[in-house]
Every structure is written in C-alpha cells, then in structure tokens.
C-alpha cells in the first residue's frame, strides 16, 4: 500500500527538473554522437548542441509563471530562476556560434568541447533554481571543472596549459575556503536549506563563528566572480584559453557564480547583512577601481576584456552592499538591478567577444594596435564593435546605459552616496579605455587594406545582440518586468 502511494504521489516534480534534464541529455547524446561521428562529420556535434540548448529553452519556457520546488526544497523555480535559466541558454547558443569556425578550423576535438561546454552550461541551469547548499556547490563545481579542462584545449600552446594550471589551483583553493564555510554554517543551523539557515541565524546574527562562516562563503564566492583581491587568474587564464572559452569563462561562468551569491545573501544571510554589507562595500570599490585603472594599460583586446569584466563584477557586488532586512523597498530595488545588470552584461559582453573572435579570425591577432581604422576595412564589424563597447561603457543608445543607471539609482535610494559617487568615477574611466577603442577604429588609419570578411553565422549573432541591446534601451520594461518578478 505505501508503495503504491509512493508510485501514485512522486516525490520528484519532473516537469520542475525538465530544463536540467534536456540539457543533460543533449550533453550525453552529444559525447555518444561524436563517437560514431567520421572525422569530417565531427563538426555535427555543434548543431546537435544547439539542438540541445533550445529544446533546454523550450523546457523553461513551459514553466513560465509556475512556483514549483521539489526533492525537497532544494529545487525551486520561480521567476527568478527561469529568468536565468533562459539567459544562460541565449548565452550557450552565441557562445556555439563563436565556436563553430574558431574549432572546426583548428586541431581540436570538436565533440569533446561541446560536451564539456553543455556539461558546464547545465551547472548554470541547476545553479539558477538551487536552494540548499549542497545543490549550491555542486552546481557551482559543474560549472567550472568543465571550464577548466575547456581553457587547456589548446594542448600544444604554453600559454593555454598555464592558463588552465592557474584557473585549476585558484579553482581548488576557492573550493575549499567555500566549502568550509558552508560546513560551519551547516554546524551551526543544522541545516543546508536556505530558508532553514536564515531562521536560524536570525538570532545568533552577531555571534563570531556565524560571521567567520559567511565571511568564508563569501571569499569562495569572490574568486568565482573573480572580484579584487582574488582576480588574479583571470586576465592569464581568459587570454590563453581558447577566445570561444574566455568568452563563456566571462559570462556563464561568472553570472553563475553571482547568480550563487544573490540566493544566498538575499535569502540564506540577509539578517546578517549589518556584519558584512561594508566587506561587500570595500569589495565593490576595489573590483571597480583596480579593473578599470588596470585595463587603462592593456594593449591585448581579449585582457581589456578580461579587466573590464572584472570592473564589472564590482558595480554587480554594489547591490550585495545595499542589502539591509530593515528596509524591503531597498532590498527589492537591489536585487532588480542586480538581475537587469546581469542579463545585459551577458549580451554586451559576449558582443564584444564575438566581434574579437571575428577580427582574429582574418588577422590573427587580438592587439589593439591592428584595429586602426578597421572602420574602412569592415564598416559592420566595426560599428557592431563599437555599439558593445560603448554598452559596456553606459553609454546611450545600448542598454547598458540602463545597466549602470539602476544600480546607481539603488545605491542613491539606500542612501550610499559615496558608492553611488565612486560608481561615477569609476564609469568614467572605464569610458576612457573604450572610446580609445573606437576611436582607434574609426579616427585612425589602418595599416593594411584588406577587407574583412565576417561568417554570416557571427554577423548574425553579434547583429542579434546589437539589436536586443538597442531594443531594451530604448524599451527597458522589457527586462525590468522580468527583474520586477524575480524577487527571491
């Protein structure tokens, strides 16, 4: 008889897990595909992985304005998940496209990167709707032992092998620091639910072990997101790894690791925000002010790229010090700008990577002295370059203009102005390096006057991105709706 119920009553929503489980599907059909695959027809493994990552959208689509949580609570899906469970689907799908030409030209197994590609993308997926710990760190280790083996693709190139070395040792070493931490909190609440753990600490707020447990949680968190002080692989790592690879180490991977940070100081730890809301504070300052005044000197498009991504970071973490369980209004306004920031980094970002990888693809080199005057060389490849700098910059008419500006404007309404002032500063400089980008390739002359020829299948994806940017600058309730339902 109970079995019976048991059958009659499932304790597994499946319907719930049908994003996670397409995608890793898709990855296994992939791995078994390419076995069989004759060496010419290797490059099939990339629309099969395509195929994969939309059916994963077609599953996460079905769930939209569903609240579900099944094994127990430890999956959740709500708005907020969904909406990243798409992004890092949109973010799979550009990344494809940019891998397609980078690895059917070269000396790579093609099968075995988009497998471990889908492998790290379904961390992203089951990250965005975890609640517990446990689910937390697995996800988050999903994302990066894959991503790490992506980055030493390159086997016969030094500097890719270096570049895998230091993103595996910082890896393990964030691993371990996190994972102590979450042991701590585990021995103090007795729990790995979130919402378990929140009650609990609720009254033991000030207590030095809570604070050393979180304080912990969040350095491990800090070399994922790589945030100053703990950047130190990242620049290395995204310059010797394959360019498809840094741009996805850039995006997914990193918007996972905040994505991590987000539901569990927002739902786990906000009652002790009042101990480490300044930490996050000083963290914010530091990632914005070193990325930025680092990337002021770099000569190497995919560097400038990897700083700039860390300057990012840094106006991300703003809305983590923000966070204040006095004063709800602020803390949902924190957390929506936050989601908005995050999704449009991803598309400005992965614009910027495309149209790098297209340069290089004809020229060979990611310095930036070649892109002198490659307005005449490549008119749609120069103005598609310039509207994700000036995006990633905020500057009008790119949506990350509205990117900045929430996050500014969260700052001001919680009543931080000297974050709100540093923001300022900091979205100056970085607008230097930027413009010098694209005055470098509109002002100056080229030294070569070969044209550029970009695939139709980068055009199209980085015309794609150009597009969603301008469309949600010019129409930003699109994607703060989205952010309006997503609270956790």
């Known amino acids: 008889m109970d079995l019976a119920q048991a059958i009659a009553q499932p304790s597994v929503d499946w319907h719930a897990l049908s994003p996670d489980i397409v995608l890793a599907a898709a990855a296994c059909m992939v791995l078994i595909a390419d076995l069989f695959l004759p060496e010419e027809s290797k490059w099939l493994a990339m629309p099969l992985s395509a195929a994969g990552i939309l059916g ?29 469970k798409g992004l890092f689907c949109v973010i799979g799908l550009i990344v494809l496209a940019m891998s397609f030409g980078y690895f059917r030209s070269g000396r790579y197994y093609q099968g075995e990167y988009y497998f471990l590609m889908l492998c790290s993308l379904l961390g992203g997926v089951v990250i965005s709707s975890a609640r517990e710990l446990v ?30 070395l230091k993103f595996f040792l910082f ?7 996190m994972l102590y931490g979450m042991s701590l909190v585990y021995g103090i609440t007795g729990s790995t639910k979130l919402d378990e753990i929140r009650s609990s600490i609720a009254s033991s707020a000030d207590e030095p072990l809570v604070v050393l447990s979180v304080i912990f949680v969040v350095i491990g968190f800090a070399f994922k997101i790589s945030a100053v002080p703990f950047h130190f692989w990242a620049p290395d790592t995204y310059e ?26 927002f739902r786990a730890f906000p009652e002790v925000a009042d101990t480490w809301r300044p930490a996050f504070a000083v963290l ?42 006095s004063r709800p209004e602020a803390n949902a306004q924190a957390l929506e700008s936050a989601i908005v920031y ?51 910059a905020g500057t009008p008419p790119m949506a990350g203009a509205w990117a900045k500006l929430f996050v500014f404007a969260a700052a001001i309404n919680s009543e931080v102005y ?34 550029i020829e970009v695939p139709y299948l980068l055009r199209a994806t980085m015309g794609v991105a150009a597009f969603a940017l301008l469309a949600v600058f010019i129409y930003p309730a699109f994607i703060t709706s989205l952010a309006d339902r997503s609270l956790l």
């Open 418 to 451: 000297w974050l709100a002032a540093v923001m300022g500063v900091n979205a100056v400089i970085a607008a230097w390096y930027y413009l010098a980008v694209v005055k470098r390739m509109f002002l100056d002359s080229p030294e070569v006057d070969e044209p």
């Open 284 to 325: 914010a300052t530091l990632t914005m002010t070193v990325g930025n005044l680092i990337a002021l000197r770099q000569q190497h498009i995919i560097r400038l790229l990897a700083y700039s991504g860390i300057a990012q970071s840094g106006y991300v973490l703003v809305t983590l010090a923000l966070i204040d369980p």
């Open 56 to 84: 994963t959208l077609a599953a996460v689509v079905s769930l939209a304005g569903e609240h579900r949580t099944t094994l127990g609570g430890a999956v959740e899906i709500d708005t907020f998940a969904l909406v990243f």
């Open 240 to 265: 010797g790894a394959p360019s498809p690879v840094a741009a996805f180490l850039s995006t997914a991977s990193k918007i996972g690791g905040f994505v991590g940070l987000l539901v569990l100081m």
């Open 342 to 392: 995050l999704v449009i980094y991803g598309i400005m970002d992965l614009g910027a990577f495309a149209a790098a990888v297209a340069f290089a693809r004809k020229t060979g080199t990611y310095f930036l002295s070649d892109y002198a005057g490659l307005w005449r060389r490549s008119p749609v490849l120069a103005t598609l370059m310039a509207g994700f700098l000036l995006s990633l």
């Open 171 to 177: 890896s393990v070493l964030s691993t371990a620091v």
């Open 135 to 164: 689910t937390l760190f697995i996800a988050l280790e999903l994302i990066s032992i894959p991503a790490i083996i992506m980055t030493a693709l390159r086997k016969a190139d030094v500097k890719s092998n270096e570049a895998a």
